[in-house]
Structure formats: structure tokens, C-alpha cells
């Protein structure tokens, strides 16, 4: 079996676009180890609580970037990036295993306790499913296993990885607490699905239509958050929708419905960018004057 690196390409040589995509997502763990040696997170038990936290939403936006992979390389017209996909969807799981880990520790490695709770929980039954399903996925992804399961096999395990991340998303909309950053990974998972429609009617790299589509996640996440907050906390829907615009909710934070526009901007611009390069590149020369 031949091992590929995180930074190579398939005939191992150096990739600096694998390099650079595999520096990005270790960032946050990174970040993590810093924090936790440094004590930020506090004394072990409290420190629990807040790395279960942040490991899940790493597990979660690298899980989202691999699904953003497809819409960028078919936006920028930049097929090479597909590459990266493989890697940043094993990273994904690599999050997910170090979180499940965490939550182990956050219950005390009790497991008469958690197998009760991911067992009749739903937000934790759905989680376990998704898990389950990204292993599958990890385990399948080595060139060995492609061969072996034929091309057409492979495809068809591997599109189950929108349900798999679907359920990811379930978990963390379910999971107990309200945060900002479950209506944004939801109001992005929302974007990168729909984009797949669009896709299938040729409008994946169309700007206009990604920024109805980026306009559409915007007000999903909007409206999740104030349904979920209405339903857990009571809040008026009309009061959360409100937030959106006050400038004092600021100090809390961007609203994740802020949060969504500006990524999905990224994707608009990118179109935009690329169609008047395209439309520059093919304008005619201008006709010489002779002197
Ligand atoms: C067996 C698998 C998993 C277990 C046992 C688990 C456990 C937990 C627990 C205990 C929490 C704290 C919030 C709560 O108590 O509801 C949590 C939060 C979270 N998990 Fe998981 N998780 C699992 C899988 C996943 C997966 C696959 C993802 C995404 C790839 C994920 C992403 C998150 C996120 C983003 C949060 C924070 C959401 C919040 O607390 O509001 N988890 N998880």
C-alpha cells in the first residue's frame, strides 16, 4: 500500500496547493493545543465543556469545506482543487474521532452514562449515525479500497456523504445549547445544498443566481435562529429577527445570518471575478493603427 501524504500529490511529490489547504485546516488545532496549554480553557472539567464545544464546530466548518470543494472548483473553473477534497474530508473525521474523545473525558469516561445518552438523545443518536457514516467514508477513502469496489461502487458509497454531513448538521442544530454558530453552519450547509440544484441546471457558476441562493441562506439562518430561539428560550421571533439589524447586538458578535451572506459572498464575487476575466480574455484584440 502506497501512503500519501497530507502535502503530496498522487504520484508524491510536493503539492503546494495540498500544503497550503492541509496548513489552513490544522490551524485550529493548533489553536487548540495552545489554549488548553495555556490554561485558557481553565482547569480540566470546565475545560471539557468549551473543547467539546469547539472541537464539534471545527469537526463541522472542515466537514462543510469539503462539501465547498465541488461549487469552487466549478465556480473558478479550477478542476486541480479536487485534489484537496480526499484530504480536508479525513481531516474532517479527524476532528470528529478527537471531539468524540473529549466528550469522553467531558462524562468522566463513564460509559454506562454515555451509551444511555447517545442512545436516547436524539440530537446524540443522529450524531453516532453520522459518525459511524464518516468512518465508512475515511476507511473507503484510500485508492485500495476504489479499486476494489470498482469506480461506480465507490461513487455511490461516497454520495451518501450529504446525508452523513446532513445528520452532522442535525446534531449540532439539536445539540443543548442556543450559539450563533449552529445557525451559521446550518445557513452554510443550507447554501451548499441547494448549490448542488442549481448545479444540475447548469447555474452553479452563474453570480446571479448564487447570489439569490446566498440571499435565500442568508434569511434561512435568520429564521432557523429565531425558531429555535423562540422554541427553547421563548424569545419573540420578531425581537431575534430585529437583532439582526442593531448595531448594539454587535458586542455579542456578527449574527450568523451576517455571517452566512459574507461566505456566500465570497462565492459571488469569485463568479463574478471569473466571468469578467473570462469575458475580458475573450474580447478581440484591438485592431493595430499603423503609422
Ligand atoms: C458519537 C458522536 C458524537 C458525540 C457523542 C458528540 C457529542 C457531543 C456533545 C456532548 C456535545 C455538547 C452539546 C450537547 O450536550 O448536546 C456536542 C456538541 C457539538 N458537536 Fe458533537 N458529538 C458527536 C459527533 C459529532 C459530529 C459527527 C459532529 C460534526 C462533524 C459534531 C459537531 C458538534 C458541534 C458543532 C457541537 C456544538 C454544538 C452545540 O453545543 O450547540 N459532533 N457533541
Given amino acids: 500500500m502506497r501512503l500519501i501524504w497530507p502535502w503530496q500529490d498522487r504520484n508524491r511529490r510536493f ?37 467539546t464545544y469547539w472541537s464539534g464546530v471545527w469537526a463541522t466548518a472542515i466537514l462543510l469545506m469539503a462539501l465547498a470543494v465541488t461549487p469552487a472548483l466549478t465556480i473558478l473553473r479550477w478542476p486541480a482543487l479536487v485534489d484537496v477534497r480526499r484530504m480536508i474530508g ?72 450529504y446525508v452523513i454531513s446532513g ?35 447548469g447555474l452553479g457558476a452563474d453570480a446571479k443566481a448564487l447570489m439569490a441562493l446566498t440571499a435565500a441562506s442568508c434569511v434561512f439562518a435568520a429564521c432557523l435562529e429565531a425558531g429555535m430561539l423562540w422554541g427553547r428560550r421563548g424569545y419573540e421571533v420578531s425581537w431575534t429577527l430585529g ?27 469569485a463568479a463574478f471575478g471569473r466571468d469578467s476575466f473570462r469575458i475580458r480574455s475573450l474580447r478581440p484584440e484591438p485592431r493595430r493603427i499603423g503609422l
Fill in 15 to 51: 503539492s503546494w496547493l495540498k500544503a497550503g489547504a492541509f496548513a489552513l485546516i490544522l490551524l485550529p488545532a493548533i489553536r487548540f493545543a495552545y489554549q488548553f496549554a495555556t490554561g485558557e480553557y481553565g482547569i480540566l472539567p470546565i475545560a471539557y465543556g468549551g473543547m
Fill in 90 to 161: 479525513v481531516t474532517a473525521l479527524a476532528y470528529t474521532l478527537a471531539h468524540i474523545v473529549i466528550y469522553f473525558g467531558l462524562r468522566s469516561w463513564n460509559f454506562g452514562f454515555i451509551v444511555n445518552e447517545m442512545a436516547t438523545r436524539l440530537s446524540m443518536i443522529v450524531a453516532t449515525l453520522s459518525t459511524i457514516g464518516l468512518i465508512v467514508l475515511g476507511a473507503t477513502s484510500l485508492d485500495a479500497a476504489i479499486r476494489r469496489m470498482g469506480a461506480k461502487g465507490w461513487q455511490r458509497l461516497h454520495n451518501t456523504n
Fill in 167 to 201: 445528520l452532522a448538521v442535525l446534531h449540532v442544530v439539536l445539540a443543548r445549547g442556543t450559539y450563533p454558530e449552529q445557525y451559521m453552519l446550518a445557513g452554510i450547509f443550507f447554501w451548499l445544498m441547494v448549490w448542488r440544484m442549481l448545479a444540475r441546471y
Fill in 243 to 269: 437583532n439582526n439589524f442593531s448595531l448594539a447586538s454587535l458586542d455579542v458578535g456578527v449574527p450568523p445570518a451576517w455571517q452566512v451572506l459574507a461566505a456566500g459572498l465570497l462565492f459571488v464575487l
